[in-house]
């Protein structure tokens, strides 16, 4: 700023042999700011003695009370030479130069002129933010000047972002610039939708700037007095604030507008024209020229589109669940030959620990390892059936979705029936089996999609959303479509379906008061010094999972008890 006096220039010294004296040259250039006038000419040596790598020297910059442009001026560092010797263009041919200068060797210093209130503008005509920010911070920059208070109104435009809590909150009102304060933000609340993809937006206008006090030294005034016929003087009355301040040595200006006549015939103002020319500025005096340059104005940017794109957090949350649940045959496929020759090819796996923003080409450049040819051999069968779903082009997807559906819950009820005839080869009563192989082998997937989420996602909605939803799917289709079929199967042959209860009292009932308890802890994660469901300081999330796994083992226990009778049930 043009009012900042003095300021030191930092030179630094790097490399070479620190025990050496070095002698360097520094002087002034003008630039479109003129020494004497804008800045004080400097020039001299610089000394670094041994093991010293930074040097310092002072400018100074000339303040004035003229309105000016933003201007600059040089420094230049030259002559650098070893314990006083010759500098290195000197030195003989070939032999290796004792110091040497390197870009930046000339710095510009820009002074910013203080004397106008300033021009407010945008940084950019057009900027982009998530929808999971929250609060988007837009920044407002205050140029060619920073002399005294000024209040810059705002409002939000709708575009193709709707406004009134749908996409953003509405908002209308004034950032504050500050004597010399060069930057200000305004603040807007985007609504977070978790929509997959985004692209919608809206605009956030500036209108007139205006200068205005705050009664921190003086109460701000504006008015008129009026000079009677052959008056002569009158009185400006200002009421000072009273601070107390032991030391106090602050100013402000009182400005007076340009005069107007009362005709003295009619008693009507005669207008004066506003307008001024440069003729005019020309011949005005200098203290009429600054009140008349120095007032606030807008810039060029004067108006911000705001884009809101979808949440990276979040899209890289339900890539990363597709890919890991093998779901990504029936994600953008339009023919089977697409879905079949994507089964039999053999892909490299995505690491867990991938950052979400690699490209798909880098992926796709990896080549498979040893172990994704032995997953690729073990899923082979369930790619190839899965590779019969329809192509999710078809039917708007909903031929894909039906028929994926009905494949899982095939599958779940054959899982099924599997697990109860190894639960009878090796001696396990059904629900023993139900409780622990079936539930273990369809909860193992789910719990990595979970981890998934829980480590991609700001919050635990997914994670958790994500096992209770997996495990309904499980329930609800691999039983319902296996009873669904015995039913039929039975009402066709004239016999009457009955499943009978067994210990699906007691189970469920040990099942609620564990789940229960799950979700106290929950609750109380959510107090300091946690502060979150998932997560948290060490101490406390492992004493959380040895917890839930504690209730996992005490729930099958509890549950084969009762079905071999050692305990009572309902």
Same mark, same amino acid.
């Given at each position: 700023?043009? +009012?900042?006096?003095?300021?030191?220039?930092?030179?630094?010294?790097?490399?070479?042999?620190?025990? $050496?004296?070095?002698?360097?040259?520094? /002087?002034?250039?003008?630039?479109?700011?003129?020494?004497?006038?804008?800045?004080?000419?400097?020039?001299?040596?610089?000394?670094?003695?041994?093991?010293?790598?930074?040097?310092?020297?002072?400018?100074?910059?000339?303040?004035?009370?003229?309105?000016?442009?933003?201007?600059?001026?040089?420094?230049?560092?030259?002559?650098?030479?070893?314990?006083?010797?010759?500098?290195?263009?000197?030195?003989?041919?070939?032999?290796?130069?004792?110091?040497?200068?390197?870009?930046?060797?000339?710095?510009?210093?820009?002074?910013?002129?203080?004397?106008?209130?300033?021009?407010?503008?945008?940084?950019?005509?057009?900027?982009?933010?998530?929808?999971?920010?929250?609060?988007?911070?837009?920044?407002?920059?205050?140029?060619?000047? $920073?002399?005294?208070?000024?209040?810059?109104?705002?409002?939000?435009?709708?575009?193709?972002?709707?406004?009134?809590?749908?996409?953003?909150?509405?908002?209308?009102?004034?950032?504050?610039?500050?004597?010399?304060?060069?930057?200000?933000?305004? %603040?807007? /609340?985007?609504?977070? &939708?978790?929509?997959?993809?985004?692209?919608?937006?809206?605009?956030?206008?500036?209108? %007139?700037?205006?200068?205005?006090?705050?009664?921190?030294?003086?109460?701000?005034?504006?008015?008129?007095?009026?000079?009677?016929?052959?008056?002569?003087?009158?009185?400006?009355?200002?009421?000072?604030?009273?601070?107390?301040?032991?030391?106090?040595?602050?100013?402000?200006?009182?400005?007076?507008?340009?005069?107007?006549?009362?005709?003295?015939?009619?008693?009507? %103002?005669?207008?004066?024209?506003?307008?001024?020319?440069?003729?005019?500025?020309?011949?005005?005096?200098?203290?009429?020229?600054?009140?008349?340059?120095?007032?606030?104005?807008?810039?060029?940017?004067?108006?911000?589109?705001?884009?809101?794109?979808?949440? !990276?957090?979040? &899209?890289?949350?339900?890539? &990363?669940?597709?890919?890991? $649940?093998?779901?990504?045959?029936?994600?953008?496929?339009?023919?089977?030959?697409?879905?079949?020759?994507?089964?039999?090819?053999?892909?490299?796996?995505?690491?867990?620990?991938?950052?979400? +923003?690699?490209?798909?080409?880098?992926?796709?450049?990896?080549?498979?390892?040893?172990?994704?040819?032995?997953?690729?051999?073990?899923?082979? =069968?369930?790619?190839?059936?899965?590779?019969?779903?329809?192509?999710?082009?078809?039917?708007?997807?909903?031929?894909? =979705?039906?028929?994926?559906?009905?494949?899982?819950?095939?599958?779940?009820?054959?899982?099924?029936?599997?697990?109860?005839?190894?639960?009878?080869?090796?001696?396990?009563?059904?629900?023993?089996?139900?409780?622990?192989?079936?539930?273990?082998?369809?909860?193992?997937?789910?719990?990595?999609?979970? %981890?998934?989420?829980?480590?991609?996602?700001?919050?635990?909605?997914?994670?958790?959303? +994500?096992?209770?939803?997996?495990?309904?799917?499980? !329930?609800?289709?691999?039983?319902?479509?296996?009873?669904?079929?015995?039913?039929?199967?039975?009402?066709?042959?004239?016999?009457?379906?009955?499943?009978?209860?067994?210990?699906?009292?007691?189970?469920?009932?040990?099942?609620?008061?564990?789940?229960? !308890?799950?979700?106290?802890?929950?609750?109380?994660?959510?107090?300091?010094?946690?502060?979150?469901?998932?997560?948290?300081?060490?101490?406390? &999330?492992?004493?959380? $999972?040895?917890?839930?796994?504690?209730?996992?083992?005490?729930?099958?226990?509890?549950?084969?008890?009762?079905?071999?009778?050692?305990?009572?049930?309902?």
């Amino acid at each position: 700023m043009e +009012n900042v006096g003095s300021f030191a220039v930092t030179v630094t010294r790097q490399g070479g042999n620190l025990d $050496a004296t070095l002698y360097v040259d520094y /002087r002034t250039e003008d630039g479109t700011a003129n020494a004497g006038a804008d800045y004080v000419y400097a020039e001299g040596t610089l000394v670094f003695f041994p093991g010293e790598v930074h040097k310092q020297f002072q400018l100074s910059i000339i303040d004035d009370d003229i309105f000016e442009e933003d201007e600059h001026f040089y420094v230049r560092l030259s002559n650098v030479r070893s314990d006083g010797s010759s500098p290195p263009q000197e030195a003989a041919a070939g032999a290796r130069p004792t110091a040497q200068l390197v870009n930046p060797f000339m710095a510009t210093v820009m002074i910013l002129d203080d004397d106008h209130a300033g021009i407010f503008h945008f940084e950019n005509p057009e900027t982009t933010f998530p929808e999971s920010i929250g609060e988007a911070s837009v920044r407002v920059i205050r140029s060619s000047g $920073a002399r005294g208070l000024v209040h810059l109104p705002y409002r939000t435009i709708e575009g193709s972002a709707k406004g009134n809590d749908d996409d953003y909150e509405d908002d209308e009102g004034e950032v504050t610039f500050e004597n010399d304060e060069t930057e200000a933000f305004i %603040k807007i /609340r985007i609504i977070n &939708k978790e929509e997959y993809e985004k692209n919608v937006s809206f605009e956030i206008e500036l209108g %007139k700037p205006y200068a205005k006090g705050n009664d921190d030294d003086y109460e701000d005034d504006e008015g008129e007095v009026t000079f009677e016929n052959d008056e002569t003087e009158a009185f400006i009355k200002i009421r000072i604030i009273n601070k107390e301040e032991y030391e106090k040595n602050v100013s402000f200006e009182i400005e007076l507008g340009k005069p107007y006549a009362i005709d003295p015939h009619t008693g009507e %103002k005669i207008e004066v024209r506003e307008d001024v020319d440069d003729d005019e500025l020309e011949r005005m005096t200098e203290e009429e020229r600054i009140a008349t340059l120095g007032r606030p104005q807008l810039g060029d940017i004067s108006k911000i589109k705001c884009n809101i794109s979808e949440s !990276v957090e979040f &899209k890289g949350v339900v890539d &990363k669940l597709l890919r890991k $649940a093998n779901m990504s045959l029936v994600v953008g496929t339009s023919s089977w030959r697409e879905q079949f020759t994507d089964a039999v090819t053999v892909r490299s796996g995505d690491d867990d620990d991938d950052d979400d +923003n690699d490209d798909d080409t880098e992926r796709e450049s990896k080549q498979p390892s040893c172990s994704d040819y032995v997953m690729h051999s073990l899923s082979f =069968f369930w790619k190839v059936l899965f590779a019969f779903v329809p192509p999710t082009d078809y039917l708007g997807g909903w031929a894909a =979705f039906c028929v994926s559906i009905l494949i899982i819950g095939l599958l779940t009820a054959i899982i099924g029936d599997i697990a109860s005839h190894f639960g009878c080869t090796v001696g396990l009563l059904d629900a023993v089996t139900a409780l622990s192989f079936v539930a273990l082998g369809t909860s193992i997937p789910d719990t990595f999609a979970s %981890k998934v989420a829980a480590i991609h996602d700001s919050y635990a909605d997914s994670s958790v959303g +994500n096992v209770t939803g997996s495990n309904a799917v499980n !329930v609800f289709l691999g039983i319902g479509i296996a009873w669904s079929i015995a039913a039929v199967y039975h009402a066709v042959r004239g016999s009457v379906f009955v499943v009978n209860a067994g210990s699906l009292g007691f189970s469920v009932t040990m099942f609620c008061c564990c789940a229960l !308890v799950c979700i106290a802890v929950m609750l109380v994660r959510r107090l300091p010094p946690v502060h979150g469901e998932l997560g948290g300081p060490p101490r406390f &999330k492992y004493a959380t $999972a040895f917890l839930l796994f504690g209730l996992w083992i005490f729930y099958v226990l509890m549950s084969s008890l009762e079905a071999y009778c050692y305990i009572d049930g309902f």
